[in-house]
């Protein structure tokens, strides 16, 4: 079974405006990460969040990890077009290999 | 420097011949991963290597698949008697694999279509 799941499938919102894509897991894990996915080729890393952290920022991306109700959320700001992508979270499970394990993933449309 | 790469990047192949999908990852990494995305879906995982270790398998859906990574470098992925439901883009990622650092660098794909 899927250990991440993201919520919304897909998401379509103005150029400028904030996005906000959610990702729930079932099992304890050592960190989240969020990838994106242009084109449906290869996947680029965005960040990572530990299961120690509550929250982090990069640029315009904001984290936020609840271990508690085993989800995160990622926040886009200021959407621009070149966001256009999938996002996907993935986990690793606590005191296993460096395996992650992807959600099914959001597609963003930013509407110029 | 250099990412993953991987060749080639499209395959179209008949029903039941073999194929090998190449990667080179990261120079200096020690852990490869091999995953399988069928269109519109998340990323299936597949095989995974970690420096000299045995590799973790438990991800291949069948023994027609199989994996092999050469010196701790290259791999190939192996597919044989290939199947229509085989079709997908196989991926292809490394990491320093290093303790607390999890961070995948990901390879621009190979996509695979059975005919």
């Known amino acids: 079974s899927q250990q991440g799941e993201e919520d919304p499938q897909a998401l379509s919102i103005q150029e400028g405006e904030n996005a906000t894509m959610n990702c729930s897991y079932k099992?304890?894990?050592?960190?989240l990460q969020w990838y994106r996915q242009n084109s449906g080729r290869g996947l680029v890393h965005l960040i990572l969040?530990?299961?120690?952290?509550r929250e982090k920022h990069s640029g315009r991306l904001r984290v936020t990890l609840d271990t508690s109700k085993k989800s995160s959320s990622l926040l886009i700001t200021a959407s621009r077009a070149a966001d256009t992508a999938s996002y996907f979270c993935?986990?690793?499970?606590?005191?296993?290999?460096?395996?992650?394990?992807f959600g099914q993933g959001t597609r963003l449309t930013i509407n110029p | 420097g250099a990412g993953v790469s991987q060749s080639p990047s499209n395959k179209v192949t008949e029903k039941g011949k073999d194929v090998e999908l190449r990667c080179d990852p990261i120079?200096?990494?020690?852990?490869l991963y091999w995953y399988r995305q069928s269109l519109g879906q998340g990323l299936e995982f597949l095989i995974y290597?970690?420096?000299?270790?045995?590799?973790?398998k438990s991800g291949l859906p069948s023994d027609r698949f199989s994996a092999e990574r050469t010196g701790g470098s290259v791999s190939t992925l192996t597919i044989q008697r290939t199947q229509q439901e085989d079709s997908a883009v196989y991926l292809c990622?490394?990491?320093?694999?290093?303790?607390?650092?999890?961070?995948?660098?990901f390879g621009p794909g190979t996509r695979l279509t059975v005919t």
């Open positions: 969040i530990r299961s120690n952290e």
């Open positions: 990622a490394s990491s320093s694999g290093t303790e607390f650092t999890y961070e995948q660098y």
């Open positions: 290597f970690q420096g000299n270790s045995a590799p973790d």
């Open positions: 099992t304890s894990i050592n960190n």
């Open positions: 993935a986990t690793d499970k606590f005191q296993g290999a460096q395996k992650l394990v």
């Open positions: 120079s200096g990494h020690t852990a």
